[in-house]
């Protein structure tokens, strides 16, 4: 089941995607780092403020009445880029380790482009970190391409998201 994040959830929201960032890239970054981009992303005051956006949504991906990962879209001044004309951002997209292989991420992910379809975006896009293979590969897999890239900043250290895209219409 897919639910949409509350405000009465952010503090749940906050820890679950504390949890998921830090599983999917403790490998590359030092506690410290870690910490910085938690104070920048994922304090309560920010994600209330991203809760309370008309240009933003959240939600929730449950697994046996667990809350297993959490989904975050954008479109118009809320996209974390403005380069496509009537796009739709899928900014996170995160499955807590112990329920991967169930499945979810390609629920959520589905579920983020039926959004973007049915709301008759012309883009879908997203930022993957470069050397993330494995997503890319799973991207690409439903017509995703590379068009550009940014800077994504965790704490002082500089890491190179690539910018991918699909035509929906």
């Known amino acids: 089941m ?6 009465a959830d952010v503090e749940v929201l906050a820890k679950i995607a504390k ?9 590359d970054n030092t506690e410290e780092q870690l910490q910085e981009y938690f104070e920048e992303a994922y304090n309560l005051r920010v994600l209330l403020t991203e809760l309370e956006d008309p240009d933003s949504e959240s939600y929730f991906i449950m697994h046996e009445e667990e809350i297993a990962g ?21 900014q996170r997209l995160y ?26 975006f012309s883009w879908a896009w997203l930022g993957v970190w470069e050397h993330n293979t ?3 590969a799973f991207y690409n897999r439903y017509g995703f391409e590379k ?3 940014h800077r994504f900043m ?6 190179t998201d690539w910018l991918l895209k699909k035509k929906l219409r």
């Open 154 to 159: 965790v704490g002082q250290k500089v890491d």
């Open 95 to 120: 499955v807590l380790q112990t329920y991967q292989g169930f499945g979810l991420g390609k629920q959520l992910f589905e579920f983020a482009l039926e959004l973007a379809e049915k709301n008759g």
């Open 2 to 7: 897919i639910r949409k994040v509350e405000i």
């Open 147 to 149: 068009f550009s890239q």
């Open 70 to 90: 959490f989904l975050k879209v954008n479109w118009g001044n809320a996209q974390t880029e403005r380069e496509l004309d009537n796009a739709f951002e899928i």
């Open 134 to 136: 494995k997503a890319q």
């Open 19 to 27: 949890q998921a960032f830090r599983e999917t890239f403790a490998h």
